[in-house]
């Protein structure tokens, strides 16, 4: 009787210590997984590095009743989760769609002196971009259009569109911002541009004034594929300018003055702010400017 009393006391330690010990092991398991935790895509600089990421949340193991079995369980969740935040840091960039749409609400689509939409639509259907024209988001927006381009909205900007920008850009897509100048008047709305671009959290910022001169101006490139690829002579002509911030490029840049087109990455995606509608209409046809707009459909 006491021996079968002294067997039972001495399992009851043996299960008391090993619960201290898994215990333990879990609360490291806990810490180790927790410090990966956090980890997201960065973002890089050129066409597509990522809009955000975050590794998913992964168990540290469970309790057992053998102190080294719960040790490889946790190390082997700590790993895990290690992993997760490496493939997510170096993981390739989201497939976009290559269609192009062209926003013309909010009042835009003009001045017809300077912008040809429906030129702008054949250029890009012309070289095989699926391409469509509207003053409305049509149905099935996000899963054909991997670039959406305002073109120069002159009133105040539609907030459902305004909203799909925002998660076309998170998504790895690209905004095309198009503004005409104000000097001889005001042809263009920098404000409703800058708003949107704050929310983007862009360091870009369009001006009406300044710029080019009443005169084709052939602009300094920075190459920035594949937006660039081919281009090698952008013109604009009477065009205000692009603010470039902390983070911006000057895509295209007078020479030894201001940035005419700004880009800035913005995750896995991508801003453009073009502060000329000229070369997308009455210059349309000068230097790469076509070119440059195929290349909309290229991610």
Not at 1 to 24: E, K, N, P, Q, Y
Not at 30 to 37: D, E, V
Not at 210 to 216: Q, T
Not at 221 to 233: A, K, M
Request: charged share 15%; hydrophobic share 35%; aromatic share 6%.
């Amino acid at each position: 009787m006491i021996r079968t009393f002294a067997s039972a006391l001495l399992v009851l330690c043996f299960g008391c210590g090993d619960r201290d010990s898994s215990s333990d092991d879990l609360t490291t398991a806990s810490s180790g997984a927790a410090s990966t935790q956090g980890s997201s895509a960065s973002s890089g600089s050129g066409m597509n590095p990522a809009t955000s990421g975050t590794s998913a949340d992964s168990p540290a193991g469970s309790e057992s009743e053998s102190g080294s079995a719960s040790s490889a369980t946790a190390d082997a969740a700590s790993g895990a989760a290690e992993d997760t935040s490496t493939d997510l840091s170096g993981g390739a960039p989201p497939e976009v769609a290559g269609g192009v749409f062209l926003w013309t609400g909010s009042g835009g689509g003009g001045p017809g002196t300077d912008l040809y939409p429906n030129q702008v639509l054949a250029t890009l259907t012309g070289a095989g971009v699926d391409t469509e024209l509207g003053d409305t988001l049509p149905v099935g927006f996000e899963r054909r259009f991997g670039t959406l381009v305002y073109l120069n909205p002159r009133s105040d900007f539609d907030p459902t569109v305004d909203a799909a920008a925002l998660d076309l850009v998170e998504a790895g897509g690209r905004l095309v911002l198009v503004m005409e100048h104000c000097k001889n008047g005001c042809w263009g709305n920098a404000e409703g541009h800058n708003e949107l671009l704050g929310a983007l959290g862009s360091s870009l910022s369009m001006v009406g004034d300044g710029g080019a001169p009443l005169s084709d101006t052939a602009l300094v490139l920075t190459p920035t594929p594949p937006l660039t690829d081919g281009v090698s002579d952008l013109v604009v002509y009477y065009s205000g300018h692009v603010e470039l911030g902390a983070s911006g490029v000057a895509l295209g840049a007078m020479d030894g003055g201001e940035a005419i087109v700004g880009f800035e990455p913005l995750g896995w995606g991508e801003v453009v702010a073009i502060a000329d509608s000229s070369m997308l209409g009455y210059r349309l046809a000068a230097g790469d400017n076509a070119l440059f707009l195929q290349n909309w459909g290229q991610h």
